[in-house]
């Protein structure tokens, strides 16, 4: 057991005195952090403000009652064209009789949809007060949070740094042991040693699944004391999440360690593909903003899974529990074999 500890203690200060590894490990989720906490932290989601002149009152309380816009009344719609071309609104409405004028920026792409919307809506209105239309339904509109707690962007987001954290942390960690130590010759004088291959691995495993708590509570005191996100995480599921998770990622490392012989290309493919999952692995936002033909790639990449399951954790994502244990049994399953296939071939082969 003092060897192990030894071990331990060693692997840990050497981690923290990399300077690279402990960019990636800590201080990258942090930057990130950082960087989408002040743009998406303080936002909250709001009513865009619809510029009205001349509008039936009737029509008026029908548009009040859908609760999508606000509105700024002008005296008439020489003054509301004036605002729209000044840019002071980006949508504005007037009604003369039977004629109704939609006034926007046809430049401005990110009001085409809600232009479009608002139009339904005012036909949808007009059409039922001239046929005086009688409702036989009424629909209404439930939202529901499994933690039963509304989710702000910057929270999503926030799930989705740790799954990166993870990633960095399980990753380019194994690059640095089985290939930088390997390189350097450090790996063999610690071969050299009486300790055993098996407590060798284990010691690397623990420190790497030390670091990635030590990333999680730093990220999340963060965000709690800058950015006053607080997520009521299930923190059984969180710790096991992040234990066999930390194991799969680093299962992809000494795949990446196994296949490229040199640790500098075993260490760029791993930073291509730390790029490509942050963009598409929907991690920092839903999988399906992105367009249809490229959906895909999100399913075979790890990561997803990774966010995945801290969103489950969260009470943030529906999952059925055989699915989530399912996924950390798999983790945990690659991490525990590509471990093993470590041991007999960095640590025999010296």
Excluded at 6 to 20: G, Q, Y
Excluded at 237 to 250: A, P, Y
Excluded at 327 to 332: H, R, S, V
Aim: aromatic letters at 14%; a positive charge; glycine letters at 6%.
């Amino acid at each position: 057991m003092s060897e192990l500890l030894t071990l331990v203690k060693l692997l840990f200060l050497d981690s923290a005195r990399n300077r690279l590894e402990m960019f990636f490990s800590i201080l990258f989720p942090v930057v990130f952090l950082i960087i989408f906490g002040f743009v998406f932290g303080s936002t909250s989601e709001s009513a865009r403000t619809v510029g009205i002149a001349q509008l039936n009152e009737d029509v008026l309380k029908e548009l009040e009652g859908v609760g999508k816009w606000r509105f700024k009344f002008f005296s008439d719609r020489e003054a509301l064209v004036s605002a729209i071309q000044k840019g002071e609104l980006s949508i504005g409405l007037s009604m003369n009789g039977s004629n109704v004028e939609l006034f926007y920026n046809e430049r401005n792409t990110n009001v085409v949809g809600e232009v479009k919307m608002l139009q339904i809506v005012v036909k949808s209105i007009l059409e039922k007060k001239l046929n005086n239309a009688r409702s036989y339904f009424t629909v209404s509109r439930m939202e529901h949070s499994p933690s039963g707690k509304k989710i702000t962007t910057f929270e999503y987001i926030l799930t989705g740094v740790i799954a990166i954290s993870v990633l960095s942390n399980g990753m380019f960690s194994m690059i640095t042991v089985f290939g930088n130590y390997r390189k350097r010759g450090a790996l063999r004088r610690i071969i050299l040693t009486p300790v055993k291959p098996v407590k060798i691995v284990s010691a690397v495993a623990f420190v790497r699944v030390l670091m990635s708590f030590l990333s999680l509570f730093m990220t999340l005191f963060l965000a709690r004391l800058f950015f006053n996100a607080g997520i009521p995480f299930n923190w059984f599921k969180l710790i096991l999440t992040l234990v066999f998770s930390t194991l799969g990622m680093m299962a992809l490392g000494l795949l990446l360690t196994a296949i490229f012989k040199q640790p500098q290309t075993a260490s760029n493919v791993a930073s291509l593909l730390n790029t490509i999952m942050m963009f598409f692995a929907g991690v920092y936002f839903p999988v399906h903003w992105m367009p249809s033909y490229v959906r895909w790639l999100a399913y075979v990449l790890p990561v997803k899974y990774v966010a995945d399951l801290v969103r489950a954790s969260a009470g943030f994502q529906l999952m059925n529990s055989h699915i989530f244990w399912g996924i950390n049994a798999l983790f945990l399953i690659c991490g525990l074999t590509m471990l093993t296939v470590a041991a007999n071939l960095f640590l025999k082969s010296e």
